[in-house]
Each structure stands twice: as structure tokens, then as C-alpha cells.
């Protein structure tokens, strides 16, 4: 069972397979692993103390550029659990952390989740990927509907007073050159800045 993995010079924590969107392009689609990593299904959900003893089995995080919370799935799913992992990395060590998210978090754990990031989380990556509701809903497949769109959106500007670094990103195969920018004026708009990613098939 892959709970951590190493992506270029970063840690990555695989902590759930549960999500609540279905993306048409996700990479869950294609195949059990990324990066040349084993599979990232997970037999069963980790304890926090096993994540944290997978972490630990990295040795010395200061080696790395950042622990980021990603894995097969969202990782918001145990929000609890993955600020407890982050605050015994945070007691050990001084390694930006990031989490990689749809930015469902506060549907999925009916609340205003943002303040809880606040000292432990120093990036987060919002997957924006579409410019309305409609195309969201169609490209994101989420359970929540039409709604999650702009729960999206108010999660992302939520973060921006307690997280460092917030940012919004579109995979580059799923978005024109047009949505591209209109996306950037949304990231900006909430005081995220947009990375176009490539799509890692």
C-alpha cells in the first residue's frame, strides 16, 4: 500500500481514495499509478499514525522542496486526520506543506474550512479547470451538483487570509487558449494566481 511517494524532489501523501467529483480527465481513469510510483489505490485508509510513520521513513524532510497532500484521492476527505499529520510534520520540521484539491472541502465537511489551515498549510492548489458552472459540472462530474462550482470558488478566496500561497490551476489539454486567460482573471479576482498545468497521462 503506497502512502507516500516522491514526485521530482517532493513528498507525497496518499492518504484516500475517496473523492466527490468523477473528472473526465483524471488520472484515476487510466491507470492505478502516477509518476512511476506503485499503485496509489489504497487497500484501506491509513492511520494518521501510519501516514506519519510512512513520512518519517523519508528521514530527513529538509532534503525536500515540500510534503504536498495528494494522492488518488481528494485529499479534504479527512481534513481532520490530514491536519494532524501536518501538525506533527510542522513539530518536526521545517518543510512547506501544500495540499493539491478540487477546493470541495467545505461541502464535503459542512464547514468553512479554511481557518483550519491557518500555521500548517503553507500552499494550496485549488483545480479550477473550467470557467462556469455548466462546464464544471459536465468536465468534474462532482456529486454536489452545479452547486460545487462556486463552493469551489469560495473556498479558494477563503484561504487567501489564512494560507500563504493560494493557487488555481487548469490542465492545459482540458482548457483553449481562451479559457486559459479567462481563468487566470478568475484565479486574480480571488487573490489566487492560475498555473496552467500539464496533463499527466
Not at 22 to 32: E, I, K, S, Y
Not at 148 to 177: E, G, H, Q, W
Request: hydrophobic content about 35%; proline content about 4%; some cysteine.
Amino acid at each position: 500500500m503506497t502512502i507516500t511517494y516522491k514526485v521530482k524532489n517532493g513528498i507525497y501523501v496518499n492518504m484516500t481514495n475517496r473523492c466527490p467529483c468523477a473528472c473526465t480527465f483524471c488520472l484515476r481513469q487510466n491507470g492505478d499509478g502516477v509518476y512511476g510510483s506503485d499503485s496509489l489505490w489504497l487497500d484501506r485508509e491509513p492511520s494518521v499514525s501510519e501516514v506519519c510513520e510512512s513520512i518519517d521513513a523519508w528521514g530527513d524532510l529538509s532534503m525536500y522542496d515540500e510534503l504536498v497532500f495528494c494522492g488518488y484521492g481528494e485529499p479534504t476527505e479527512r481534513l481532520d486526520d490530514l491536519l494532524k499529520v501536518a501538525e506533527y510534520v510542522k513539530s518536526k520540521h521545517r518543510i512547506p506543506i501544500r495540499i493539491n484539491t478540487n477546493g470541495l472541502s467545505d461541502l464535503v465537511n459542512g464547514r468553512d474550512t479554511a481557518p483550519e489551515l491557518a500555521g500548517l498549510i503553507d500552499t494550496v492548489s485549488v483545480s479550477l479547470n473550467a470557467t462556469d458552472a455548466e462546464a464544471y459540472a459536465k468536465l468534474c462530474r462532482p456529486k454536489f451538483g452545479l452547486s460545487a462550482y462556486d463552493a469551489m470558488l469560495r473556498f479558494t478566496k477563503s484561504c487567501v487570509p489564512f494560507v500563504p500561497n493560494v493557487i488555481m490551476t487548469v490542465v492545459d489539454v482540458v482548457t483553449t487558449k481562451e479559457e486559459q486567460e479567462k481563468s487566470r482573471r478568475i484565479a486574480e479576482s480571488l487573490g489566487a494566481r492560475l498555473r496552467i498545468r500539464p496533463y499527466e497521462g
